[in-house]
């Protein structure tokens, strides 16, 4: 068994709900220069690209996925895992998943030129209408854009947290089922429900006393606000998923983010272990989604 399956089964166990499940995703940095296992390498996709997003959405279901600047499918991605430059003026690759929808509604098809890192850091992108860039659009003639102008979304964009200067050669994305090697993670992500992330606050709060600040913002919220943010600051954050989790990745409508330190999980674990007798999570409504189920 490894460290996360073994830490992975205390966490579910602590809530005290016979066959719970909670999506869980293991995520490793490799900065340039450090040797990657042949056994993470072999996880690289080849002939497709993948958003962060759907990566931390199939580890979470069993398949492990290694991102690099080759094979990630989002530039925005690209840039908070420190993958890419944020200001680099030529697009990170001519396909991916998430300009190749661009490319689709632009109606330009080969004569389409995907945005480079530096219109998503300058604003263009994400204030595609009022930039008039309609060619960055996501859904036609009637997109708004992200931001109401450029001015804001570069303003939005600054408060995105990212791997800045670009340090990393890869990000390793794993599921509990990954036991080719024994990978100790930087950060670990979660998909609750409330009343799950309610459990994982009282477990962290009975530890350390503290609350559990959370940054969020409409966009970059599984690369940025859930890995990125986590593995900068060493603190645990939370999100309700953004555009892309919920429209590429497909994240369900019950379900909330949790991104936090591999310490602070232990942490997080160890202190639900400890409360349960003052947070009888199993007693609390719709603890049991089995239960919740049954009743409907």
Wanted: proline share 7%.
């Amino acid at each position: 068994m490894t460290t996360i399956s073994k830490w992975y089964e205390r966490y579910l166990a602590a809530h005290n709900v016979p066959g719970l499940e909670i999506p869980f995703t293991a995520v490793k940095f490799y900065e340039r220069g450090a040797v990657i296992p042949p056994e993470v390498r072999a996880m690289e996709p080849t002939g497709l690209t993948l958003t962060s997003c759907q990566a931390t959405k199939q580890a979470s279901l069993g398949d492990s996925v290694c991102l690099t600047r080759e094979n990630i499918g989002c530039v925005a991605a690209a840039v908070s895992l420190g993958l890419v430059d944020q200001h680099q003026n030529e697009p990170v690759g001519d396909s991916l998943v998430y300009t190749e929808i661009m490319r689709d509604q632009s109606g330009k098809g080969d004569g389409f030129v995907p945005p480079s890192p530096e219109d998503f850091t300058s604003g263009q992108v994400y204030a595609c209408a009022a930039a008039g860039r309609p060619e960055f659009a996501l859904f036609g003639e009637s997109d708004t854009g992200r931001f109401k102008d450029v001015a804001t979304a570069k303003q939005a964009v600054s408060d995105m947290i990212a791997i800045q200067p670009a340090t990393m050669q890869a990000v390793f994305l794993y599921s509990l089922d990954f036991d080719d090697v024994d990978v100790i993670p930087d950060v670990v992500v979660l998909s609750v429900r409330p009343v799950e992330l309610t459990r994982l606050i009282q477990g962290y709060g009975f530890a350390t006393g503290k609350r559990l600040n959370a940054s969020m913002g409409g966009l970059r919220m599984v690369n940025s606000d859930l890995i990125a943010r986590p593995y900068l600051t060493g603190e645990i954050n939370t999100s309700p998923y953004c555009l892309g989790a919920r429209l590429i990745a497909q994240f369900g409508p019950d379900r909330m983010g949790v991104g936090t330190p591999w310490d602070q999980f232990q942490l997080v674990v160890e202190g639900m272990e400890t409360s349960a007798g003052g947070y009888p999570f199993q007693l609390y409504p719709g603890a049991d989604p089995t239960a919740a189920r049954t009743r409907v």
